[in-house]
């Protein structure tokens, strides 16, 4: 299985809203990323797992809380978003290989797609 | 640190066109180098990679050949199809930088029958 699964595949949701995206794979990889990826642009990095533990945070808002309960599942709890947030959400997966968990080769999602009314 | 530098696009061919997309990149250390492509409404899928000098990645008919000496990774392919079009993504890893993935602006690629 080389499948990286996300849900739901479209999600909206008001500012007061509290919502979360999933993300699973069975890869046996133990590196796990969420990305924010606005239109016509590259994916941007939002947060690291490695064995589970958060190893990168890169200066994402507190509106974004993740989570790894275990080594083939992430969440990203959203809470109070902005208008601004709309985008779409990937997950990826890989082997850990850097000391602060980040792989070679990244798997991804296909993403969820996120407007924030 | 890390950078990678692609061809401006919009790109637009014509079916069984040749294509090219550059790709440079510039790393403190010895990166790994990918394409990712992006259909549309999709996630990005590894389209290729390699991972030392004159290595050549290939793949559903794209190759690409890490170039130490100009620190390029192009992106070719001979006859292209409607189904390439799509937004291609170079990218870079390396343990400088923790191997998180250093990302090219991406190319719009169009392909027309």
């Known amino acids: 299985d080389t499948e990286v699964t996300q849900t739901p595949k479209h999600l909206v949701m008001g500012m007061t809203n509290k919502k979360s995206l999933k993300c699973e794979q069975h890869?046996?990889?133990?590196?796990m990323y969420w990305y924010k990826q606005k239109a016509k642009k590259p994916p941007e990095l939002m947060f690291v797992?490695?064995?589970?533990?958060?190893?990168i945070n890169e200066s994402v808002p507190s509106r974004f809380s993740p989570e790894c309960p275990n080594s083939s599942l992430l969440n990203l709890h959203l809470h109070a978003l902005q208008p601004e947030d709309s985008a779409l959400y990937l997950c990826?997966?890989?082997?850990?290989?850097?000391?602060?968990?980040?792989?070679?080769?990244?798997?991804f999602g296909p993403g969820t797609r996120l407007t924030v009314l | 640190g890390n950078s990678v530098t692609q061809m401006e696009g919009p790109v637009t061919l014509s079916e069984e066109a040749f294509l090219t997309i550059n790709c440079t990149y510039t790393?403190?250390?010895?990166?790994?180098l990918f394409w990712y492509v992006q259909y549309p409404g999709e996630g990005l899928q590894l389209l290729l990679k390699?991972?030392?000098?004159?290595d050549k990645g290939s793949n559903k008919g794209f190759e690409a050949t890490y170039r130490k000496e100009t620190t390029s990774f192009h992106l070719e392919k001979g006859s292209v199809q409607v189904s390439d079009s799509a937004v291609y993504f170079c990218?870079?890893?390396?343990?400088?930088?923790?191997?998180?993935?250093?990302f090219g602006a991406g190319t719009t690629v169009t392909v027309r029958a």
């Open positions: 990826a997966s890989s082997q850990v290989r850097g000391l602060a968990g980040g792989g070679d080769e990244q798997f």
């Open positions: 890869m046996g990889h133990r590196a």
């Open positions: 797992y490695s064995y589970e533990k958060l190893s």
């Open positions: 790393a403190t250390g010895y990166p790994s």
């Open positions: 390699a991972t030392k000098a004159d």
């Open positions: 990218a870079l890893s390396d343990r400088s930088n923790d191997y998180k993935l250093s």
